[in-house]
């Protein structure tokens, strides 16, 4: 069984109900989980007061047991007001030595890249503790992929995309797409080329979404990368002004531009079915006529 140490630095846990489920499915499969006093903590719209929030990041130095999963309660906003006052390099060091298994996604994407950047510290772009193992039904997909991903020390994640054929391989990045775009001209944005971008979001319109990746390609950022995989892009339905133009469309308009391959289809991102990717990782990614494959490595893993 893996001890978990929660951490709460982004948006107050609205669903105390979730949280507390997730809490107890971990702990009656035999889990510890520690911290979990950070679920209910408030102040505002936050999961506690800015000095609060950054303890919980900055003290994962101090953490001495080993094998530990470090899993955000949820995501939401507050992630980027820390940045600044992390202590990137205590992290950096403390990840060399023992690395603690660091797990979420959404506003975590931001101390995830601020990871990447300043340290090179591969973290788990995967479930949280409210909104996944919390949900009313833990989906078994996505409970399958995150120990997957945790255990082994290479995997290969396989699917259906659509995109043109390619094999390539390159630095695993990215997250969500939104997080990503805030960190563009900052020290927490990981500068890497010849890397496999992987991108998600939830409750964008699919205007939105091509306006961000715009962004990136007019930044020269997709262009310097070795491929692009798109996950899930929830709640971004087109209405009827749209006539047509859709998240298709806008995959359309981009490889139209792109020499870089643009794989989508993955199930990643903020749906109860998703993989758990380790961002920094040895990627290799395949797609052809069988469909797509994408080999992981060089990730940390739970030792026993």
């Known amino acids: 069984m893996s001890r978990f140490h929660l951490i709460a630095p982004s948006g107050y846990c609205i669903n105390q109900q979730a949280a507390l ?9 035999g889990h510890q989980v520690d911290n979990s006093a950070v ?35 949820r995501g939401g906003y507050g992630a980027s007001r820390l940045l600044e006052d992390i202590d990137w390099q205590a992290l950096t060091d403390r990840q060399q030595q023992n690395p603690l298994l660091l797990c979420g996604h959404s506003d975590f994407t931001a101390i995830q890249c601020g990871l990447l950047a300043q340290g090179n510290v591969i973290s788990f772009s ?19 992929h995150f120990w997957q991903a945790l255990r082994n020390a290479q995997f290969t994640l396989e699917w259906q995309g659509n995109g043109p054929q390619c094999a390539t391989e390159g630095t695993l ?35 939105r979404i091509e306006r961000m990746l715009l962004q990136l390609y007019h930044a ?13 892009f929830s709640g971004s339905a087109p209405n009827d002004y749209d006539a047509g133009y859709n998240l298709d469309s806008v995959c359309d308009f981009l490889r139209a531009r792109l020499s870089v391959p643009l794989i989508d ?40």
Do not use: Y
């Not at 199930?267 to 494959?293: C, I, M, Y």
């Open 126 to 144: 995967g479930p949280m503790l409210a909104a996944n193992f919390g949900a009313e039904e833990m989906n078994a997909f996505t409970e399958h």
């Open 173 to 207: 990045w990215g997250g969500n797409l939104a997080m990503l775009i805030s960190l563009m001209g900052t020290p927490w944005m990981p500068a890497i080329d010849n890397g496999i971008l992987v991108l998600e979001d939830i409750n964008e319109h699919p205007f």
């Open 39 to 73: 679920i209910t903590r408030r102040c505002q719209r936050f999961a506690g007061t800015e000095a609060e929030r950054l303890a919980d990041v900055n003290s994962l130095v101090n953490l001495k047991t080993p094998d530990t999963i470090v899993m955000a309660v």
């Open 220 to 232: 020269g950022i997709l262009a310097r990368q070795n491929a692009i995989i798109l996950g899930s």
């Open 265 to 304: 289809g993955l199930d990643f991102g903020h749906e109860q079915r998703t993989v758990t990717l380790p961002l920094g990782a040895s990627a290799v990614l395949k797609n052809d006529k069988n469909g797509t494959q994408l080999t992981l490595s060089g990730h940390p893993v739970l030792k026993s």
């Open 21 to 29: 489920r997730g809490l107890a499915r971990l702990t009656e499969a």
